[in-house]
Structure formats: C-alpha cells, structure tokens
C-alpha cells in the first residue's frame, strides 16, 4: 500500500459514520507483513489521523536491530502506535525474543497471539512466556506472570485429566481465566491463543480446528446480527465485517472503501448483511442435519452462523 491509497481510505472512512466510530475504537494494520511496506511509518501517520489506537501487527522476525523493519517499528512506538505479535516457537529464540524485549520497554502493553496445533504445543508457547517475562526481572511484569502462572496451571491439569478432550472441556479446564491483565505503571499484556486450522490447496479452511477435530468451529458473525464490531480492509479497498483476510473466502462484501460512493457502500452493507444472514440460517441447518461443509448459494462460509 502506498500513502496515496492510504489517504483516500482514511478520506473515505472520514465520510461514512459507521466506519469512521469504528476507526476511532481501533485501527489494525495487518495481514501479509505490515513492518515490510517502506512507506508503513507515514501510512501509520495517516490513520492516526482517524484513530488514537492504532496497532501493527508483526512477526517478529526480524534479524537485527540495524534492519529497516525494525527502525519502522520502533519509529511507530515512538509516534505512540502499538507494535503487537504472533509467537513462533521456531524464531523466538533468535529473532523474537531479543527484539520483543526492546519492545516491551518502547510501549506500554503488549499482545501476544498464540497459534497452537494440540493443547500440548499450546503448553509450550504459554512456557516460553514465562520464562521471557521471569527474565526481565521486573516487578512491573509480576501480574503478568501471575496470569501466565495460572493459564499454565490450568492447561496442564486439562492435559493430564483429559488429553484428547473436546473444545468445551478445554474451555471449562480454563475456567473464569481473563485473557489480559494491567501491570503498575499502566502496562496491559493480553494473550490470545487461537487455535489453527488445514487449510487445502485452494485455500479453504477445514470446518474443525486442530487441536479440537471434534468440534465444528463456529465463527458468529455479528454482521448477521446487524453489529458490525471489526471491518477488515483488504489493500483493494474490498471491505469484510469480521477478521477475514482473504482467507476465509466470505463472498458478500461490505463494497470497495477506494471505489465505491459512501452511498453505494451504505447500500452494500444492507444488502450483504441480508445474503450473510440468509447464508448463516442455511449453514445451521445444514449442521443439524449432516451437512456440515456445504457451501450455500449466499457464498458465506459453512462455519459461519
Ligand atoms: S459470514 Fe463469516 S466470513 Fe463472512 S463476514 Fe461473517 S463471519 Fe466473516
């Protein structure tokens, strides 16, 4: 994305009232690998123009202090954005751990996804946490050991009682357990652990997860509710009410943020949730009666209710 795309979004935004309250509450760039975009800084620049939250999502993995991505990165602390990130166990030790260090002084909270295959590789990715933020040796951090302590605590006798079990289970194992915690000072760490999915050739994603192959992972969608929490904004200016990336394959989009009038988009979005919510009844009934997995007509996908 170039600065140019990024102010006529931002212009665009401005000018219809659903997106631009929902930009105040949070701006997220992501998808692909925002710090490698040359221009990042000055995009970032243009959405803080709409939002005082905005974040970038990054992997981390990046192989020294001295590389471009890293300046941007930390250019955008330093302009009060927030840098958040995805662990990858196979990198932490050389290229995240180092850096996510020097983060965690630069901005004042942090979130961390995990993405796990079995509830033992979840196990592994919440111990490397705590052995990172037992290291920094700082009182500031001990509410978030306390949460990771206990996250730990529970998995482990999930793991030990129950192995193969199922994703409510693993969701009682866990209890009342909040996902954040505030630090003194004003730190605010959150965790969040979503667990991954086969994803064919043709880029469509399995009905269950990995780590629950039991279960048919649900996604509920708000816009079928008529809420729009989050929209997601392809670089093509392609809008999507829910964290679809492109790789969920939704077809009915909320219209083209760069090619569309506010008009035609505010019309879309009407006609878009009508075909989202025909969609989801047919994908519910299609779980009741054995047909989990079709596709129905609308071009929703089959886990989405
Ligand atoms: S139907 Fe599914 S993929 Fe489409 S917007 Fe809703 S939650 Fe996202």
């Given at each position: 994305m170039m600065p140019d795309t990024a102010r006529l979004m931002a212009e665009k935004i401005r000018s219809i009232v659903p997106l631009k309250d929902l930009a105040k509450k949070e701006i997220n760039l992501t998808g692909?690998?925002?710090?490698?975009?040359?221009h990042i800084v000055e995009i970032y620049k243009i959405f803080r123009t709409l939002s005082g939250n905005v974040r970038l999502h990054t992997n981390?993995?990046?192989?020294?202090?001295?590389?471009k991505r890293w300046e941007r990165l930390v250019e955008i602390t330093r302009l009060r954005g927030r840098i958040d990130i995805t662990l990858y166990p196979t990198v932490w030790e050389s290229r995240q751990q180092p850096l996510l260090r020097k983060i965690i002084q630069l901005q004042n909270g942090l979130i961390v996804n995990l993405i796990y295959e079995s509830l033992a590789d979840l196990l592994r990715q919440i111990n490397i946490l705590i052995d990172f933020f037992s290291d920094?040796?700082?009182?500031?951090f001990i509410p978030i050991l306390e949460l990771l302590d206990l996250f730990r605590d529970r998995l482990k006798t999930t793991i030990e009682t129950?192995?193969?079990?199922r994703e409510d289970d693993f969701l009682n194992g866990m209890g009342?357990?909040?996902n954040y915690v505030s630090c003194p000072g004003g730190f605010i760490f959150a965790v969040n652990a979503i667990p991954s999915f086969y994803v064919s050739p043709e880029g469509i994603r399995d009905m269950t997860s990995l780590p629950f192959p039991k279960d048919i992972y649900k996604v509920e969608c708000t816009a079928v509710r008529g809420v729009i929490e989050i929209m997601t904004v392809l670089q093509t200016g392609e809008m999507t009410p829910?964290?679809?990336?492109?790789?969920?394959?939704?077809?009915?989009?909320?219209?083209?943020?760069?090619?569309?009038s506010p008009e035609t988009i505010l019309q879309k979005f009407g006609e878009s949730q009508k075909l989202m919510a025909s969609g989801a009844s047919k994908n519910i009934e299609n779980m009741k009666t054995d047909k989990a997995g079709e596709w129905v007509e609308e071009g929703i996908p089959p886990f989405c209710v």
């Amino acid at each position: 994305m170039m600065p140019d795309t990024a102010r006529l979004m931002a212009e665009k935004i401005r000018s219809i009232v659903p997106l631009k309250d929902l930009a105040k509450k949070e701006i997220n760039l992501t998808g692909g690998e925002a710090s490698q975009n040359p221009h990042i800084v000055e995009i970032y620049k243009i959405f803080r123009t709409l939002s005082g939250n905005v974040r970038l999502h990054t992997n981390l993995d990046i192989s020294s202090e001295k590389s471009k991505r890293w300046e941007r990165l930390v250019e955008i602390t330093r302009l009060r954005g927030r840098i958040d990130i995805t662990l990858y166990p196979t990198v932490w030790e050389s290229r995240q751990q180092p850096l996510l260090r020097k983060i965690i002084q630069l901005q004042n909270g942090l979130i961390v996804n995990l993405i796990y295959e079995s509830l033992a590789d979840l196990l592994r990715q919440i111990n490397i946490l705590i052995d990172f933020f037992s290291d920094q040796d700082e009182k500031k951090f001990i509410p978030i050991l306390e949460l990771l302590d206990l996250f730990r605590d529970r998995l482990k006798t999930t793991i030990e009682t129950n192995p193969q079990c199922r994703e409510d289970d693993f969701l009682n194992g866990m209890g009342d357990l909040e996902n954040y915690v505030s630090c003194p000072g004003g730190f605010i760490f959150a965790v969040n652990a979503i667990p991954s999915f086969y994803v064919s050739p043709e880029g469509i994603r399995d009905m269950t997860s990995l780590p629950f192959p039991k279960d048919i992972y649900k996604v509920e969608c708000t816009a079928v509710r008529g809420v729009i929490e989050i929209m997601t904004v392809l670089q093509t200016g392609e809008m999507t009410p829910c964290c679809d990336v492109g790789n969920l394959k939704c077809k009915p989009k909320f219209g083209n943020l760069l090619a569309d009038s506010p008009e035609t988009i505010l019309q879309k979005f009407g006609e878009s949730q009508k075909l989202m919510a025909s969609g989801a009844s047919k994908n519910i009934e299609n779980m009741k009666t054995d047909k989990a997995g079709e596709w129905v007509e609308e071009g929703i996908p089959p886990f989405c209710v």
